[in-house]
């Protein structure tokens, strides 16, 4: 992607300068709090680790912090430019450690030229980290560095211009030889650059299998033979003994080449000659050694891949470094060894297998994406690269034998979800909750719309529910296949059921006959996709239905009442939505359904909020909200209000409320420790508003404007498992909502 040097500069210089600061992590707002933090509590915490080392872990940031240390001498590919013009560097590095994996770094520049300073300082840090990132320090000095450190520190250091790019790149080879049908042990490779990462991939490719003898590898002065002067021994590891000099002579039967070198350094003539279904990894930024389109354009057989995001196959860094050292530090790694750097590897490869989330393919513009030529590895921004490479790096790590903490990998996993917010875990807990029931089927009338087949593909992979499709099969097989998922479920077609479509008219009819519908009526609503699928749940051939992508909501609320009415003993349904913000969920209602409620309709939109709370093992504290507090300002509104709480108290005296409250006396509890210390609740989270008003803008303004995220709606008190999607909801969302109406199903037996 474009952009200008002013952009960049702009980018790092507005606001607060950099791109990275301390935040605390406990609060400090009471006397209380300053004796904790500092003295004299502080002592406790320091007692304790004298007595035992590996609390540290527990009780100080070390287990979640990696400095990332450089001198400067090879930043990118602009050279030796020094520690102060490495900076922004690292401190991107700690942007992206952060925002993929949720690991906290403190960016160390170093005045250091030798290996042995560098070790010296790196050493000096062993107490205060969790692990060291080695990033952008020049061959061979990065080797000896590397090496000394991780035979006498104790705690994980990793070279990324080494390591990572090595497991990228060889995550993408592997999958790059499923395609074409190479064998590893077959490949011919040619490297072009001796580097720290050059020589480390050579390294991985070997380990993965490639033959030694199989790999010629060049540096500036050319390639590097057998016998020529000025070789260290590095670079001596690789030296072939085959007579080729130049890069043209070499790629001559190749089967790859890898690109870690300089822009241009591949002409498009010289790979004519190479193997049948070449690949070529070009990799040096931001200019690779060989365009794509230039190399597609003499060998349109080939499969490329760059460091840039704007071709396909990214090979890029992010996909390791911050889910190794999360993995890594999870288990108190004390060194991130071979057996993990595999484990990476193949984590990788066997992710790119898997269907791609809507969400990726939303961040890259993209409609479809599929293993194989055009997508060998994960892209960077798919939030399961995490949830597969972080275990696979702690189970390793335990394997192996470097772990000093050992873990269940299940809970790790939900864990790893919890990092990625609370509106992740959230999601989670629905779905794990909805697996552990018995098997819901759940009918989805918008059959025909590609996110909805997209969505009920990876609730049936997922073990959620089994899907039924409405639509015409020739369409939404079309669409499966379009999609490229392995996925044969069941599609029904309402306009060619004639058996089910008179039997469930007739019934329809008869529920229906004194609101206007006679039997030709209900013929002509049940050929639509909507009313089909609210009788097939009503005549028992479906658990739940989910559906409202393509419709409003009062197209699918509507026929939903009509069908089922209310629950028993719940004489009104509502909408909630779930809210996360600043990782704390609550409960917003009534966001969608009633426009005026009364005070009896508002205590009974609080109970099915509080008893939908439980459910998802929240514990529900009830603010009934108005513009006064406790009677301050008298008004029929907030007197409204305050009748609830009292009608609600009569009703469930076991749910707790109180009421009426402003919105921030409701969430704020220090207004209630200060001002209202009477008050039964304090630090709400379940929000009942007055009206559809105060309740529908909020939630809109608090997701659009607020970093809030919005789940829903989530509809309650329907006499059948039926939940209504947002137009245009999203596939997670879908998912989600399944999951929603999967527990529902469950809980009604």
Known sequence: MAYTKQDALDYHRKGRPGKIQVTPTKPLTTQHHLTLAYSPGVAEACWEIDREPLTVYELTAKGNLVAVVSNGTAILGLGNLGPEASKPVMEGKGVLFKRFADVDVFDIEIKAKTADEIIAVCKALEPTFGGINLEDIAAPICFEVEERLKEEMQIPVFHDDQHGTAIISGAALMNACE???????????????????????????????????????????????????????????????????????????????????????????????????????????????????????????????????????????????PFIFRGALDVYARQINEEM??????????????????????????????????????????????????????????????????????????????????????????????????????????????????????????????????????????????????????????????AHHEKFAQVFHEMRKRKGVNLNLARNLLRTRTQYGMMMVKMGEADALVAGVEHSYPEIIRPALQTFHTAPHVKHVCGVYLMIAKGQ??????????????????????ILASDFAKSLEIDPRVAMLSFSNFGDTRHPSSDKVASAVDILRKMRPDILVDGEMQADTAVVADIVDNRYPFS??????????????????????????????AIGPVLLGLGAPVHVLQMGAEVDDIVAMTAVAVMDAQRRG
């Open 680 to 709: 039964m609740v304090k630090d709400a989270n379940v929000l009942v508003f007055p009206d559809l008003n105060s309740a529908n803008i909020s939630y809109k303004l608090l997701s659009r404007l607020g970093d809030v995220e």
């Open 179 to 321: 395609v074409t049908g190479k064998k590893i042990s077959d490949l011919k490779v040619v490297v072009t650059g001796a580097g720290a990462s050059a020589i480390a991939c050579a390294k991985f490719y070997v380990a993965l299998g490639v033959k030694r003898e199989n790999i010629v590898m060049f540096d500036s002065k050319g390639a590097i033979w057998d016998g020529r002067d000025g070789v260290n021994k590095y670079k001596a590891e690789f030296a072939t003994k085959r007579e080729v000099r130049t890069l043209q002579e070499a790629l001559v039967g190749a089967d790859v080449v890898l690109g870690l070198s300089v822009a241009g350094a591949v002409e498009p003539e010289w790979i004519k000659g190479m193997a049948q279904n070449p690949l070529i990894f070009a990799m040096a930024n931001p200019e690779p050694e060989i365009r794509p389109e230039k190399a597609l354009a003499v060998r349109p057989d080939a499969i490329t891949g760059t460091g840039r995001s704007d071709y396909p196959n990214q090979i890029n860094n992010v996909l390791g470094f």
């Open 341 to 498: 750097k595999m484990a990476a590897a193949k984590a990788l490869a066997q992710l790119a297998h898997e269907p791609v989330p809507e969400s990726v393919l939303r961040a890259y513009g993209l409609e479809t994406l599929e293993f194989g030529r055009e997508y060998l590895i994960p892209k960077p921004l798919d939030p399961r690269v995490l949830l597969w490479v972080a275990p696979a790096i702690a189970e390793a790590a335990m394997k192996s034998g470097v772990a000093r903490r050992h873990i269940d990998l299940n809970e790790y996993r939900q864990m790893l979800i919890a990092r990625q917010g609370q509106g992740r875990a959230v999601r989670s807990n629905i779905i794990q909750h909805a697996k552990m029931g018995r098997k819901i089927r759940v009918v989805y009338p918008e059959g025909q719309n590609h996110k909805i087949v997209s969505a009920a593909y990876q609730v049936f992979s997922e073990g959620i529910a089994e899907p039924i499709l409405l639509g015409f099969p020739d369409v939404v097989n079309k669409m499966i296949a379009d999609l490229g998922l392995d996925f044969h479920p069941t599609i029904l077609t309402p306009l060619l059921d004639e």
């Open 585 to 606: 969920v609550y409960l917003f209602a009534d966001t969608t359904v009633n426009i005026e409620p009364d005070a009896s309709t508002l205590a009974e939109i609080a």
